[in-house]
């Protein structure tokens, strides 16, 4: 058992023999699949506006999921009291879906090593930051986006951590726990001039802690890009309508991939056969200059997992190759019902919501063009290089993003910056249109949270500098 | 252990958090306590697909120590750990700075009546009852077009539970409320591709829950009027929004009259009220005591009166959506619409927020267009709430010479929230309530299409 097992264990207050219990009471012959999965997490935001770091909230959770899979049904119950009598009620809750009476003898498991890597190590004093080192950070924020330029009228900064222990002991006889620390730092300027208002935001993280932000006096960076986005968007002219060719920026405009592909090759949609990319595997998707990855390995990313919360080691997964779709995202039930393989992506938002398969940090491999080489090569279009949310309709594909911070691009120049607007699209046809890919592959700022279901998770996603031939661009101008 | 609402007494573990905050040295408190349960059923393709049972329970804490302030919330009700909690607590609300508007209510402003609200349905249904409405839900929708091939499935969903607030000017109040829903989402198929859309039914009151074959054959109707869609030409013409769709107008207007939006000079709405913002056949209102409404309670997040109120008045804006802070920022009273999440401080929004149907029937608000989108979904995020800048997905209805002529997607409409407010040109007759949020079918007068 790992340090971080025992501590977890201790957490809970609960004995391996009554985990054994209350699993061998719901895995029963008819049950496929069974897990308890035990969670605390404690979350801490303190959030200045109007030059006053006047809030700070704190919450503590604590509970336990019980779920049973057989065939493609899942039964599921939680509770946040964590008795032996509680996890056998919740085990005899999710069991319902069997239709048997409760199994009798303990199901033992076994405690696995502790993980070969970790890829978030941390120190608690770190992640868990004293609110007046908090403050200062925040005043520090407040006063270099008002001296970045005097029309910034309003500086709104929340710095939120997540410390959350989680342990999953499953049917396969596994335990296993695992302390994923979170923290974001989120920056919103408003400038106003002549009575003309506009905002901008920047904001960073991941499975860090305060040092991160005070390294280069990263925090000072956030607060001139929140403000240097909001003076920008002042003299922002309005958006084209249309389909025209589309520069996207590296880093978060990967979002792309999350709305268009992402969530059309997680596994769930396509053994229902409901997503638009059902029965494409092997198929081309993509221009040839595409390889599109997901991967929960990489080191204090938002979207990084040791092990996902159904005790499976993160990895990399590839998803599209040089436009060929290669691969799915899953999590046990549904690899199992599909006769694919586990890829680690089995996520919950907590132990009040269901194991779903879902992504962790998705992102476009680097290509072999130079970025201003693309910029050059379109005659008359749009530069994004920032955006807010995403949404997709997985059946039909359709997908948009909204950009935050675009550009006209005018005789291969970036010239005028234009007012957001949200660009739409075809999932399984987007990425053939993507005929230039730069060598600039960029890792969003850690920022995401995915929806799906009603539950958010954490993510990250990525992108080199690409050029799209046509996109439809919903602006205003015609 | 876990336990049944009602089985034990919150109100004491709310009044004995006062006490304790009181003690550590806090000059005012709030505490509002959550409990009750929920039963989720899925079902797919005529088979149990996930089931859901849960009991939870929660607890939000905000003190003073003068003008500072800080909340939190627990789920963890054992004595050592409330001590515990409140201790940090004080800890947190000492670390921040003094903010000079920050406070309760003055005491005599919080609600003394508690009227009846028809919110509260104690039918208790089985795991085999909503089973079973479920699978009658799906069934209807592939009996209704042999076009509907597959399904996201079925959902019926019941809850009830409870909200006790009190605070350290002596107000205790609580009330129970329950939610009754029922949803299928059907995938229709053809040579082109797929397309899913969805019906439901959610009401307070069991009774009242349209049946599954309603939902389900509404669902199928939605779902196969979209095969063979396909983008619309580039151009600016008359947009027409469902009332599904319409809704989301209004939750735009709710959240650019959120007072915190307001004080922070996040809203395009800045310094607005009195003015007319949309024509004087407009009127909206929020309603908090609406009986059996889904955003109806007695009082709100901070204790004070919830009530029925003008927000938009003939065309004029009359009422911003107020807590007693935002409120203070902007010189005026609370509007009783504080909304409360437990564990955060209150922020602001509506109840009931519904716009006044007018007297056309949708027919002819179509039939008034001759080239024109009906837009029946919406996608993404493309608002800017500072600028009212409006920018989103959608898919619909190409309308031609006053009819449905084809099913459109892949297009994006585009104007200013402002802009569009006010060029409102005509309000549907068609008023149902299926949520907080309700609205008739509204025309604008010209949006921007982008597709082809």
């Known amino acids: ?478 | 252990m876990t336990r049944m609402i009602g089985e034990q007494d919150y109100t004491s573990v709310a009044q004995d958090l006062l006490t304790r905050a009181s003690k550590q040295g806090a000059t005012a408190a709030d505490v509002m306590v959550a409990d009750g349960e929920t039963l989720s059923v899925q079902v797919r393709m005529g088979a149990v697909d996930r089931l859901t049972k849960a009991r939870e329970k929660r607890l939000g804490l905000r003190l003073f120590f003068g003008q500072r302030s800080a909340s939190a919330s627990t789920s963890d009700f054992s004595r050592d750990s409330l001590e515990r909690f409140v201790e940090e607590t004080c800890a947190l609300a000492q670390a921040v700075v003094e903010d000079p508007v920050s406070g309760l209510p003055e005491p005599g402003q919080c609600a003394t009546d508690c009227p009846e609200l028809n919110i509260h349905d104690s039918t208790k249904l089985q795991t085999n009852e909503q089973i079973a409405l479920a699978l009658r839900a799906e069934r209807a929708a592939f009996a209704a077009d042999s076009r509907i091939t597959n399904s996201e499935g079925g959902e019926c969903d019941s809850s009830s539970g409870r909200i006790i607030l009190a605070n350290s000017h002596g107000f205790l109040g609580q009330y129970a409320n329950s939610s009754f829903s029922l949803s299928v989402s059907p995938i229709a198929s053809d040579a082109a591709g797929m397309q899913r859309d969805y019906w439901y039914g959610v009401n307070r009151s069991f009774a009242k829950l349209e049946s599954p074959e309603a939902i389900g054959q509404e669902a199928t109707r939605r779902t196969v009027r979209k095969l063979g869609a396909r983008k619309a030409a580039t151009g600016r013409v008359p947009v027409i929004f469902d009332p599904e769709v319409a809704g989301s107008l209004l939750s735009h207007l709710c959240s650019a009259l959120s007072g915190y939006a307001l004080y922070k000079g996040a809203s395009f709405l800045i310094g607005q009220l009195g003015q007319q913002i949309a024509p004087d056949f407009v009127t909206i209102y929020d309603d908090g005591r609406m009986p059996g409404g889904l955003g109806t309670r007695p009082f709100d997040g901070e204790g004070l009166p919830t009530r029925k109120q003008a927000v938009v008045e003939r065309g004029r804006l009359t009422s911003y959506l107020l807590d007693t802070y935002s409120g203070k920022k902007l010189g005026l009273p609370s509007t009783g619409n504080a909304a409360r999440s437990i564990g955060e401080s209150p922020s602001a929004g509506p109840t009931n927020f519904y716009m006044v149907p007018g007297t056309t029937r949708p027919e002819d608000i179509l039939a008034s267009v001759k080239q024109g989108l009906y837009v029946t979904d919406l996608i993404g995020f493309g608002i800017n709430m500072v600028t009212g800048d409006y920018s989103r997905g959608a898919s619909g209805f190409w309308i031609e010479n006053g009819e449905l002529a084809y099913p459109v997607e892949e297009i994006t409409i585009a104007s200013n929230l402002k802009q569009m407010y006010s060029t409102i040109e005509t309000l549907g007759s068609d008023l149902v309530f299926r949520g907080r949020i309700a609205s008739p079918t509204v025309k604008i007068a010209e949006m921007m299409v982008a597709g082809n």
């Open chain 1, 1 to 478: 058992m790992s340090k971080d097992e025992s501590g977890a264990l201790a957490r809970f207050g609960v004995t391996d023999r009554e985990i054994e219990q209350a699993l061998g009471r719901v895995k029963v012959s008819a049950v496929d699949y069974a897990d308890l999965y035990f969670e605390y997490c404690q979350s801490e935001s303190v959030s200045m506006e109007e030059g006053i770091v006047k809030r700070a909230t704190k919450s503590v959770g604590q509970g336990v999921g019980v779920r049973a899979t057989a065939g493609e049904k899942t039964g599921f119950a939680y509770s946040d009291e964590l008795t032996a009598k509680d996890l056998n009620i919740a085990a005899d809750t999710a069991r319902y879906i069997a239709n048997s009476a409760q199994g009798t003898s303990p199901l033992p498991v076994s405690h696995r090593p502790a993980l070969a890597r970790n890829l978030y190590p941390h120190d608690r004093a770190n992640i868990e930051v004293a609110t007046r080192d908090r403050v200062t950070l925040l005043n520090a924020i407040d006063a270099e986006a008002r001296r970045y330029d005097p029309r910034i009228k309003n500086v709104m900064a929340a710095y939120n951590t997540e410390y959350k222990v989680m342990l999953v002991a499953t049917s396969d006889g596994l335990m296993v726990g695992d302390i994923q620390p979170l923290a974001r730092l989120q920056v919103t300027c408003i400038a106003e001039e002549n009575g003309n208002r506009q905002v901008g935001t920047f904001g960073g993280g991941g499975r860090i802690g305060l040092d991160y932000f005070q390294n280069d006096q990263r925090y000072l960076h956030f607060a001139r890009e929140a403000a240097r986005e909001a003076i920008l968007n002042l003299s922002a002219v309005d958006a084209p309508a249309g389909v025209m060719p589309v520069v996207l920026g590296g880093g978060w405009p990967g979002i792309l991939l999350h709305e268009a592909i992402g969530h059309g090759l997680e596994a769930d949609f396509n053994r229902k056969k409901t997503s638009a990319f059902s029965n494409l595997m092997g198929k081309k998707v993509a221009s040839d200059v595409c390889t599109i990855v997901d991967d929960g390995t990489l080191p204090f990313r938002r979207g990084s997992l040791n092990v996902d919360d159904e005790g499976t080691p993160t990895s990399r997964t590839v998803l599209i190759e040089k436009g060929i779709l290669r691969g799915y995202i899953t999590d046990k039930l549904n690899a199992r019902l599909m006769g694919i393989p586990v890829t680690g992506n089995g996520r919950r938002e907590s132990y009040q919501s269901v194991v779903l398969p879902r992504m962790t940090n998705t992102f476009m491999l680097a290509g072999e063009s130079d970025p201003q080489d693309i910029v050059r090569s379109v005659k008359k279009g749009l530069y994004a290089v920032s955006f807010g949310g995403g949404q997709v309709d997985i059946t039909n594909g359709k997908f948009v993003f909204s950009a935050s911070e675009a550009y006209l691009i005018e005789d291969g120049k970036i010239t005028r910056p234009v007012k957001g607007a949200t660009l739409i699209g075809s999932g399984p046809d987007i990425l053939k249109q993507v005929s230039m890919v730069g060598h600039d592959l960029k890792l969003d700022e850690g920022i995401g949270t995915c929806g799906k279901e009603g539950q958010s998770v954490p993510v990250g996603v990525g992108l080199p500098t690409i050029r799209i031939d046509e996109i439809t661009v919903g602006g205003t101008k015609a």
